[in-house]
């Protein structure tokens, strides 16, 4: 038996729609196997092009087995539509935002009471601390630095990106003196470190299964962006690039946190009871 014999051996047959060894169906998502004599061409042959070896269940069962990929698919081709039949935005007109109508109502109702506003602005300063407090909490405290980390990257990142694109304050924004950062100082709009900051410490909670604190964190959240599309804090997308933001420097943070480990650089804990 010689080592290719044992190589096609041991590649498991994941479907019955295709029968040679060489093969898997499409709803794996897996490749075509190709000889080594073709990897100096970056598809090979197009006579052993993995679309050729497709079967009509193949094709149909995408549908069944991928609806997400599926949907995106229709999504693209939907959104292709609209964006190369759109009226585009003079530069003389401020910035559609659909946030900005969603909200329109409660914008109405702040600017109608100052008050109102003002209150809001300083419970959504108590939650920003609270995010805070939690995100230094972890490494302090628990020996944890992985959300403190993304915070330090998703704020840095933050900094460059809304220093080198400096957008306008939106049309009918209402300030307050006790929204953060308080004193209604200068602000980058791009993107939002409220949102992102809530993000990373929701995400490290559901890690240590704090679900309860999670959903509170996730909730606090939405009403943030509520606020600040209302009052004209933040443009829409801002708030969305935010949330993904969050996900984003907390998934880098891990990255860091395992390469660190694996190099024997545990200097930022001050106790090891988890490595998160």
């Known amino acids: 038996m010689n080592a290719d014999k044992i190589h096609q051996r041991s590649i498991p047959q994941t479907t019955t729609l295709l029968k040679t060894s060489n093969n898997v169906s499409i709803n794996n998502f897996n490749l075509k196997k190709t000889n080594n004599s073709t990897t100096n061409w970056v598809w090979g042959s197009f006579a052993d092009a993995s679309f050729l070896q497709w079967t009509t269940s193949d094709v149909f069962g995408l549908f069944k087995y991928h609806p997400v990929p599926c949907f995106f698919a229709v999504s693209l081709l939907f959104f292709m539509g609209v964006e190369y039949t759109l009226r585009m935005i003079p530069p003389s007109s401020p910035p559609f935002d659909i946030g900005f109508v969603a909200t329109a109502y409660l914008h109405r109702v702040l600017v109608a ?45 933050r900094g460059i990106l809304g220093y080198s694109t400096q957008l306008p304050l939106p049309e009918g924004f209402l300030g307050s003196g006790a929204d953060f950062p308080v004193g209604n ?26 679900w309860e604190l999670a959903f509170l964190f996730d909730t606090l959240n939405l009403l943030q962006v509520v606020r600040l599309l209302s009052t004209r804090g933040h443009y829409t997308i801002d708030l969305a690039i935010g949330v993904g933001a969050g996900m ?20 930022l804990y001050t106790n090891l009871p988890h490595l998160s």
């Open 248 to 267: 984003l420097f907390d998934s880098l943070a891990g990255k860091y946190m395992k390469k660190a480990m694996a190099e024997g650089g545990d200097v």
């Open 113 to 157: 009471s100052p008050t109102l506003n003002t209150v809001l602005a300083g419970l959504n300063t108590v939650f920003v601390g609270m995010q805070t407090t939690y995100i230094i909490g972890t490494w302090v405290i628990e020996g944890r630095p992985r959300a403190t980390i993304a915070a330090l990257f998703m704020f840095t990142c």
């Open 185 to 210: 100082v200068s602000f980058f709009l791009f993107y939002s470190g409220h949102v992102a900051g809530s993000v990373i410490a929701s995400l490290d909670m559901k890690r240590m299964h704090r």
